[in-house]
């Protein structure tokens, strides 16, 4: 192709970053915008004028996937020499050429796994995780290298960033990073980090290798740009040293791994760093259909994850689907009906995905899918029943009835048995393996809670439907429709999406405690909006199993979204309808509409400050442990968290002040109001 050629296809903003040729470049890429097709173009057009030679340019980007689709589309392009490579590639081959040159040895063999060598750092430090907490601990590990956190200084890290695994503290976490250093180098192995580590370091300590790096690379184009870590980083500027001929690509408002290091500030104050840059923004939306587009505007307006404002390319499409359902099986059945009637009119189940926050709710999809004949594949994950940790449950559950060994009721036997396996009635408050096998397992016990309240307590009877459910589930299938977690869904597309399972404690997920962690919370939620094409439904339930109390709500998200809906628990199935804020119910310290009940109640948003007594609400909350277990019952049946909350703010001193605090009624007043007024009148 001559130049002319390879920009005649381009959009407006497309040929701006295909025509900037010479760096620094920044492309701030919307989702569906056309990444890739401008900087394969750009990268082409180079080429193709003369300014780059082919070997001299390096192109990165995260997954094999991304790299394999750029050679591809290089390829057709005519810049089939151009290397396009994920950071770890890249690395490992330059690592791989100077290792024994500069060592005079051969190069540690990489690890396919930490598990091994993790196990025998954390017995040195006595302890005896389980697989899902050494997944956990390595995970860990793995954000503190990307991150530049050696073992050191892993615990003053961790605490200031809030950073928890499982209920190991961090300076035994620390330790046992850097045990796990020592095994690996006693065992002469290297990891992933490490490829980058030493990489970085070779590039740095030896002039004779960087000089030979960079005479090889002049041009670098980094895609994904918002999900660069700090080691990536600072490898990046020891490619570059010094030079600025770099085009970034990226989107701030797909920032959906800061979790794992990944640090949009780099994509964001980037023309901080290159003043001269040229900066371009992909705004035009090929993917979906203005309704999708709007949502997904709307979902992210007025808050700081806000990032390029879409612009819908297509034609106008269907309306978006909003629905709640009185139980997450009634959510299942209703997707799964709506499904097998796009199937049978004509749309392919390659091209609808059904995505959840977590691996564990695919399996009510799962049942619901194989009682209506509709097939489907999980991506990312096992299908739920061959998990590893549900089908050891399973086993044991199914040992337990054939012996006749069962303690007690059906239920009993099951949450014993998995008690025994590490299930807990309280969840795990980290992310990670750890809270996924524990998803796992309260799923099992949430079947038998719903199998005993319709078909009895026999142990025997609900191993057979656990049976009857994998077995169907198992149907190997040739296509079919995609379940995958929000995160593994970034990069693809469907024409039908299927988000799910859309309440408070889940999407946000419940360890989101900080405004940030819940702005990336969001953030995954337009990730999601983004997937769909031209049918898009938002789905919820009121409860988790069906005759349940239905006291959930609907996502925060939803309401730029779709606007207010009804939130009465266990109403059935309805459609919110589109309207502003009720007056009144803005944050009284932001001005900022108010969302969940817990904002409304207390007429602040989670944002702002919290205004009470802290120090007060904590000896309210004690009180109100120590009066719950006189009176024998929860602790929120004396008052829910929000209203001590209130309790502390107002420090009410009369009957009547009580009276005023949402919450408080005559019959609290009359049960806990002397109490409440000595302990107020004492702080």
């Not at 970034?490 to 360890?511: N, S």
Request: proline residues 5%; glycine residues 8%; neutral net charge.
């Amino acid at each position: 192709m001559t130049p002319d050629d390879l920009l005649v296809a381009l959009d407006p903003e497309q040929r701006r970053v295909a025509e900037a040729l010479r760096g620094p470049v920044r492309v701030l890429a919307g989702a569906g915008s056309g990444k890739t097709r401008a900087i394969t173009h750009r990268i082409a057009h180079g080429v193709a004028s003369g300014v780059y030679a082919p070997s001299e340019v390096l192109a990165v980007t995260f997954t094999t996937r991304a790299a394999g689709e750029m050679r591809s589309r290089l390829r057709t392009l005519g810049a089939g020499g151009v290397q396009a490579r994920t950071f770890h590639s890249a690395a490992l081959r330059q690592l791989r050429y100077f290792w024994p040159r500069v060592h005079g040895r051969e190069l540690p063999e990489l690890t396919a796994s930490k598990l091994g060598m993790l196990a025998t750092a954390a017995r040195r430090q006595r302890l005896a995780p389980d697989k899902a907490l050494l997944r956990d601990i390595a995970s860990e590990i793995e954000w503190a290298k990307v991150s530049n956190v050696s073992p050191d200084g892993y615990a003053v890290a961790a605490i200031r960033r809030g950073r928890q695994v499982g209920d190991v503290d961090p300076t035994t976490v620390g330790h046992v990073y850097e045990a796990y250093e020592e095994v690996k180098r006693n065992v002469g192995r290297m990891d992933m980090e490490d490829v980058l580590l030493w990489t970085a370091g070779m590039l740095a300590d030896d002039e004779r290798v960087s000089a030979q790096v960079r005479r090889q690379y002049k041009w670098f184009v980094v895609d994904e740009f918002q999900d660069v870590s700090p080691l990536q980083s600072a490898l990046l500027d020891l490619w570059l040293g010094g030079r600025d001929e770099i085009c970034v690509v990226g989107d701030p408002a797909q920032t959906i791994y800061s979790f794992a290091g990944a640090d949009a500030s780099y994509l964001r104050t980037f023309t901080e760093r290159y003043p001269q840059a040229t900066s371009v923004e992909l705004v035009r939306n090929y993917r979906s259909t203005p309704q999708i587009v709007e949502a997904a505007n709307a979902a992210l307006a007025g808050t700081v994850s806000q990032g390029v404002e879409l612009r819908a390319q297509r034609p106008a499409g269907p309306p978006i689907a909003a629905t709640g359902h009185s139980d997450e099986v009634a959510e299942a059945a209703a997707v799964a009906a709506r499904i097998a009637q796009l199937i049978a009119g004509g749309l392919p189940a390659r091209e609808i995905a059904v995505l959840t926050r977590i691996n564990a709710q695919t399996e009510n999809f799962e049942d619901a899918f194989a009682d209506k004949g509709v097939p489907y594949v999980v991506r990312g994950a096992a299908r739920f029943f061959e998990r590893p940790e549900v089908r050891k449950a399973v086993t044991l559950l199914r040992g337990a009835a054939r012996s006749g060994e069962a303690d007690g009721s059906m239920l009993d036997t099951v949450r014993a048995t998995l008690s025994g396996l590490g299930w807990t009635g309280t969840p795990p408050t980290s992310r990670g393996q750890t809270r996924d096998q524990w998803e796992s397992w309260q799923a099992l016990v949430d079947q038998a809670v719903a199998f005993a309240a319709e078909s009895g307590h026999d142990l025997g009877a609900f191993v057979d439907e656990l049976d009857r459910r994998a077995a169907e589930q198992h149907a190997p299938v040739a296509e079919g429709v995609t379940l995958a977690t929000l995160h593994t869904a970034k990069g693809l597309e469907w024409d039908a999406v299927f988000l799910v399972g859309l309440v408070e404690g889940t999407m946000p997920i419940i360890y989101a405690k900080t405004p940030a962690e819940v702005e990336e919370e969001r953030r995954l939620f337009y990730v999601g909006l983004t997937r769909a094409r031209e049918h898009l439904s938002l789905s919820w339930a009121y409860s988790r199993n069906p005759g349940g109390k239905g006291n959930r709500h609907r996502s925060r998200f939803l309401d730029s979204v779709v606007g207010e809906g009804d939130e009465s628990a266990g109403a059935g199935t309805r459609t919110p309808r589109r309207k502003g804020p009720a007056k009144g119910r803005h944050c009284r310290i932001c001005n900022r509409p108010l969302t969940t009940p817990a904002e409304k109640k207390l007429l602040r948003c989670e944002l702002c400050p919290a205004t009470y007594d802290e120090e007060l609400f904590e000896e309210l909350r004690a009180w109100r442990k120590a009066r719950a277990a006189d009176d024998e019952v929860p602790p929120y049946v004396v008052f829910s968290d929000t209203t001590l909350q209130l309790i502390a703010e107002h420090k009410p001193q009369s009957d009547a002040a009580l009276l005023k605090i949402s919450g408080v009624g005559p019959k609290k007043v009359d049960q806990y109001g002397e109490e409440l007024l000595s302990l107020l009148a004492d702080s």
